[in-house]
Antibody, heavy 119, light 113 residues
Framework: QVQLVESGGGVVQPGRSLRLSCAAS????????VHWVRQAPGKGLEWVAV????????YYADSVEGRFTISRDNPKNTLYLQMNSLRAEDTAVYYC????????????WGQGTTVTVSS | DVVMTQSPLSLPVTLGQPASISCRSS???????????LNWFQQRPGQSPRRLIY???NRDSGVPDRFSGSGSGTDFTLKISRVEAEDVGVYYC??????????FGGGTKVEIK
């Protein structure tokens, strides 16, 4: 079945870096765009970034532009999020979500990985 | 950026009764390709979000038919015809027409009275 599994979360000090991964299975990974979406404790959903199916296009939320980098390795069926210069406000559960067919967004989500930025 | 406004914030419902959630966008969500990219997601307590509805009214596979989506332009609604205990959670609308960024509503918490 279609599955996305995030990993790489943890506790990190402000200003440091962390790299998240999202392992995909059960579908042709290279055919779909993929997103990172985060949810701060007790808050709603915030879109973070998206990358196109072939990795040639990507877009970011203003809140992470210049600090986060989204990338993918299609032969490894894996999505990444490199997070630099982390701030307390980046503390959240980070989800990856794949696009669906016919331009529909975020049809399948992972279980999430927790990032805590604290000194 | 397109602002998505949901109401109510909290929705206490009696089991077996209907429920309705409103989502309004700050501008029309009709894309130049003719589609309207408005999704609904359900997030049960302690779980990751799950898509229920895409492009306003298309139910995802496995979603019970008691869930339905409707609306057009800037005004959208998610309806649950008869609320069941498993429907408890937070519901989010999201627009994918004018991006980046893709934007979510603030969420509506459905609980049982």
């Amino acid at each position: 079945q279609v599955q996305l599994v995030e990993s790489g979360g943890g506790v990190v000090q402000p200003g440091r870096s962390l790299r998240l991964s999202c392992a995909a299975s059960g579908f042709t990974f290279s055919s779909y765009g993929v997103h990172w979406v985060r949810q701060a404790p007790g808050k709603g959903l915030e879109w973070v970034a998206v990358i196109s199916h072939d990795g040639s296009n990507w877009y970011y939320a203003d809140s992470v532009e210049g600090r986060f980098t989204i990338s993918r390795d299609n032969p490894k069926n894996t999505l990444y999020l490199q997070m630099n210069s982390l701030r307390a406000e980046d503390t959240a559960v980070y989800y990856c979500a794949k696009d669906g067919d016919w331009g529909s967004r975020m049809d399948v989500w992972g279980q999430g990985t927790t990032v805590t930025v604290s000194s | 950026d397109v602002v998505m406004t949901q109401s109510p914030l909290s929705l206490p419902v009696t089991l077996g009764q209907p429920a309705s959630i409103s989502c309004r966008s700050s501008q029309s969500l009709v894309h130049s390709d003719g589609n309207t990219y408005l999704n609904w997601f359900q997030q049960r307590p302690g779980q990751s979000p799950r898509r229920l509805i895409y492009k306003v009214s298309n139910r995802d596979s496995g979603v019970p038919d008691r869930f339905s989506g409707s609306g057009s332009g800037t005004d959208f609604t998610l309806k649950i015809s008869r609320v069941e205990a498993e429907d408890v959670g937070v519901y989010y609308c999201m627009q994918g027409t004018h991006w980046p960024p893709l934007t979510f509503g603030g969420g509506t918490k459905v609980e049982i009275k």
